[in-house]
């Protein structure tokens, strides 16, 4: 009799979560877009990064950095925030969306002039960030800050 119990408990158990992972499966098959991409740039005619990748309602945007003279800490902050900004609104979101920000200093001296062009721009709710000084060799492309961000649309 303790049994058959069992069996029959075990039995309305599996069909219950059989019945609701099945369910799960079909929503999670609906809401999985295939991701969407910004700019690709390319290497010997192969695609080695996007500008910005969407998947859902979430925009993950590639470093942006400043490959230009002056080679000046304000400046360059104020060239990549630009860029980040641009690339945002190509994406269908906005500065005040970002959730993440890296920052990536070529010399951790730039700290507080990169914060001086910084702040404020990410709205009255700034996002979570990581600030870092590059190991030996820098940033690639001659910037001496490069940033990336993960927002939401």
Request: hydrophobic residues 40%; aromatic residues 8%.
């Amino acid at each position: 009799m303790k049994t058959e119990r069992r069996s029959v408990l075990k039995k309305l158990v599996a069909s219950i979560v059989g019945v609701t992972g099945l369910g799960m499966a079909a929503k999670a098959t609906i809401l999985t877009p295939e991701k969407e991409v910004g700019k690709i740039t390319e290497f010997q005619d192969v695609p080695m990064f996007s500008s910005y990748t969407k998947h859902g309602n979430m925009v993950y945007l590639s470093g942006k950095g400043a490959h230009t003279a002056p080679f000046e800490i304000k400046n360059h902050t104020e060239i990549v925030l630009k860029r980040i900004e641009d690339d945002l609104i190509k994406a269908g979101s906005s500065m005040e969306k970002v959730l993440k920000v890296n920052v990536y200093l070529n010399d951790f001296a730039d700290y507080k002039g990169m914060n001086e062009v910084y702040k404020g721009r990410f709205g009255s709710k700034p996002p979570a960030r990581t600030t870092v000084a590059v190991a030996k060799g820098g940033i690639p492309g001659d910037s001496i800050v490069e940033m990336d961000v993960i927002a939401y649309i």
